[in-house]
């Protein structure tokens, strides 16, 4: 059995490793799948989702419920706060959660070391976790033979193990900010096996021991278990419940391998829109069966521990299942001792390792030609010793305590980061010092409150400390600090730590103020949306060429020239070795070698070779108000310039309807003085014949005579028109409208033109309708209208021969009027021509017929001002119809 | 944005107080086993709603 255990864990870590090396190689396409994403989210549920919410659940039912809702609530919120931390950790160049804080403090060493150990330090305990469900897991399988053949301690061979394989799997780039896709995709790969096999399992156990839901839960009804499945089973009061969700949803952002999953590994900000719903998915589906299972777990009398889920098919005697609940389990903890390891490896060597020895004059780390072996040394150092430490850890303190109880003392650790983070992205006056106390005295109280009790537990420490308090002052009882009792020890030791670390923050930075880098690093946080540009605190004048040497010695001549490369193509030439650098290089290599040592390190090391200065707040504020001003004014320029734009295109525009109208006017004008002209000419040339020849024949005279007049009642008509249409285009028009009766009207205009039509020898008829047509309008200018139309027709109708048609008719429109004629009628093109000002249809013709030209012009204003409209078409007769419509009253 | 910041913050409260008191107590009140599953089926409106959501807003 020993040995089955072990093909199988050395066969399914070697699968890891062909997905991972797979990934790295290929699959692009899958890592950047938002399935991919989603999925090396659920990295969140581990050896403790795995084993330890089926043993909450068989001694507290629905009180392992929290640890997911806490992320499903958190998960509504991605589209906003995380990607926000993304934008920030692209901009920065971030590597981990020590970064994130550390470089928006101002890039403070201390910060980062600071958050670096209190992660270490709940993790710790986290990974112990994983530890103890494998190491039980294993035990449990081979009925506690374990591998004698190889060592006496299972656990420590699990350690081993693992270390070995997250060494060799995690740290093979140096560049932390490089996304692992193998990782990535391993990590993905391990959350679909995890989640199958608990699914196989729990269904083997509930539907295929238990005999389905229904049955399990009526007999835990019947057996008196029926606490399990309400509120009141769980231990936990209302404000626990609520506390503890909280300290789940905070714990899923800021805990190192979460941070690193969904900002680090993060290929596509469009993944957080899908990851808000499938991840929650993912925690549900895990979830669903867990209570069951335990309830069928107590049924069977495997008892209440955390390896129910493979104490169950064992106890059936079904291997296979119990083969497929112990790989779920190595899935679910791999792949969180992965992650995490890689995360908090690479900020022990980047935040605290490095900076440490690179201060060291002793060692004289400068001088060295290339660090990147130490780089990584350190970080598989990192990996092994912070498993060791949780070995010692679980077989010192977690042996006693439940998975789910050691699980929820890391949250506690690493919600302390919530309020500097909070702080980070939405308040700009945080200053490093409040982000620094804040943290350290939250985190005391967190080692107070919870671990103080488990060395008492452990027996490490003197259990009157915990009942008592120390010196036996009762207000200081760890678990009831200050005299608050009641409440889950996780839930107060939450209150407390998070009430002094906010606090302390809050105060520090009323109180106190930033300098230089921290306002500028506080900015380009806060206002990551607006500021995508590049702020740049470097002055100085240190050759390009040494800080080249800088990027050679930390992440190799290769990537260095890579660098080189794209800062050339940038500024259009390569800057030479001995030429100085300016702010945008340096800044470039500080951002470079951030990738690779955390931007504190970066910091420290730029710092030590550039021979300028960081900017001082003076000297800073100086720039930041003179391009404040630059960008306001350069606005404020933008805004007066779109404006003009406007304004100058309205003024062509309006420009180019003046000339319009202008050239309307000159040639409206000029046709009315040449209309004007015509008959005065006649007038004048016949009345200086009758003056200049006083004995012309008396029918010649007369002739003349008749000409003068006929010539005047022309230029009167014409001035009549022109003043008219004058009237009615400026408004001026005196309108008198009323009820009339279009019949009516009709036949006095027939009435008006009789004279004219029988000098003519033209027939009219009129087709009017039997019951009236009532409109309302005025009735001089409608009558107008139908003698201007009438008058034209008979123009155009042949004269002795000719016919005139006026009919009017009822439409849906209200009354249709039409003049007909049987002349030669208008050709299609000009049938809209013929209503401009002086243009007449017979200007085609050879005989012009006499007319203003503005009759057709008036008549379409009067119709208009009626809600009418006139149009021409062909009669039926063969010549054309005027027509017109007028809304019925 | 800010319209979908407003429609997406309501819709975190409106999942804070499912899956809190005063409903947990009013679910708890209807009955021994009904708890359980008031809170599975509150998850997964939840999880519908934030799927609509990102739909709307153009996932």
Known sequence: MPWLILALSVGYLGLLFLVAAWGDRGGRRLIQSPWAYTLSLAVYCSGWTYYGSVGLAAQS???????????????????????????????????????FIAARYGKDAGLAGLVTVV???????YLSLQLKALSLAIETLDDGQGFRPLLDDDALLVTLALAGFAIVFGTRHIDATETHRGMVLAVAFESVVKLLAFLAVAAYAVWGIGGGVGAVFARAAAEGRE?????????????????????????????????????????????????????????????????????????????????????????????????????????????????????LAT??????????????????LQEMPDLRG???????????????????????????????????????????????????????????????????????????????????????????????????IALLRPQALFGLEGLHPVSHALVWSLAFNGLLLTLCSLLGGQDALERLQAVLYVDVYERQGVVRPWRGDSPAGELHDLLVRFIGAGRAEGVMRLDARERGRRLLPD????????????????????????????????????????????????????????????????????????????????????RLKDDFLATVSHELRTPLTSIRSFSEILIDAPDLDPAERERFLAVIVRESERLTRLIDDVLDLSKIESGRMDWRIEALDLNAVASDALAAVEGFLAERGIEAKADLPPKGAPVRADRDRLLQVLVNLLSNAAKFAPEGQGLIRLAVARTA??????????????????????????????????????????????CRQIVGRFGGRVWIEDARQGGAALCFTLPAT | MAGAGRRLGALAIFAVLLFNFPLLAVAERAGRGFVPFYLFAAWGLVIVLVRAFGRRTGE
């Open chain 1, 227 to 343: 606490g399990l499945l309400s509120m009141s089973g769980t231990g936990l009061s209302w404000l626990d419940w609520f506390l503890l969700t909280l300290l789940s949803s905070m714990a899923f952002l800021v805990l190192p391998r979460q941070f690193q999953v969904a900002v680090i590994e993060n290929v596509d900000e469009g993944h957080l829109a899908h990851a808000a719903w499938a991840f929650p998915a993912y925690l549900l589906l895990i979830n669903l069966l867990v209570l069951p299972v335990a309830l069928v777990g107590l049924q069977a009398g495997v008892g209440a521990g955390d390896l129910i889920l493979l104490q169950l098919p064992l106890k059936a005697g079904n291997l296979a299942v119990a083969t497929i609940a112990y790989l779920g389990g190595l899935s679910a903890a791999t792949a969180m001792i992965i992650v995490a390891t890689i995360a």
């Open chain 1, 579 to 662: 030429e100085p650098a300016d702010a945008a290089f340096v800044q470039r290599v500080e951002r470079k070698l951030g990738q690779a040592i955390g931007s504190a390190s970066a910091h420290v090391v730029v710092a030590s070779v550039v021979k300028g200065e960081v900017i001082g707040a003076a000297g800073l504020m100086e720039i930041l108000d003179e391009t404040s001003q630059v960008i306001g004014y350069s606005q404020r320029l933008e805004q007066k310039s779109r404006a003009l734009e406007k304004a100058s295109r309205e003024l062509r525009e309006a420009n180019e309807r003046l000339r319009q109208l202008d």
């Open chain 1, 374 to 472: 130490l780089v990584l040394l350190v970080r598989r150092a990192g990996i092994l010793a912070l498993l060791l430490l949780s070995y010692l850890f679980y077989r010192l303190i977690g042996g006693g305590y439940a998975l789910a109880s050691i699980g929820l003392i890391s949250f506690a650790a690493v919600a302390q980061f919530v309020p500097a983070i909070l702080a980070a992205l939405y308040w700009r006056d945080a200053n490093r010092r409040g982000a620094f106390y804040g943290i350290l005295f939250g985190t005391a109280v967190w080692l107070y409150t919870l671990i103080v009790p488990a060395l008492a537990q452990s027996g490490w420490i003197g259990a009157g400390v915990v009942a008592d308090g120390p010196f036996g």
């Open chain 1, 347 to 364: 900020m022990l060597s980047n935040d605290l390792v490095i900076p440490v020895l690179l201060r060291s004059r002793r060692l004289r």
């Open chain 1, 61 to 99: 039912g629905l009180a392992f419920l929290p640890i997911y809702l806490g992320p499903t609530l958190t998960a509504l919120l991605f589209p906003f706060l995380l990607h926000k931390m993304l934008k920030i950790a692209r901009t920065c160049g971030i590597t981990s959660i020590a970064d």
């Open chain 1, 119 to 125: 992660a270490v330090m709940g993790a710790i305990p």
């Open chain 1, 813 to 858: 429109e209200g009354f249709e009027v039409r003049v007909e004629d049987n002349g030669p009628g208008i050709p299609e093109k000009f049938r809209e021509a013929v209503f401009d000002k002086f243009q007449q249809a017979s200007d085609t013709l050879k005989d012009r017929p006499k007319g203003t030209g503005l009759g057709l012009t008036i």
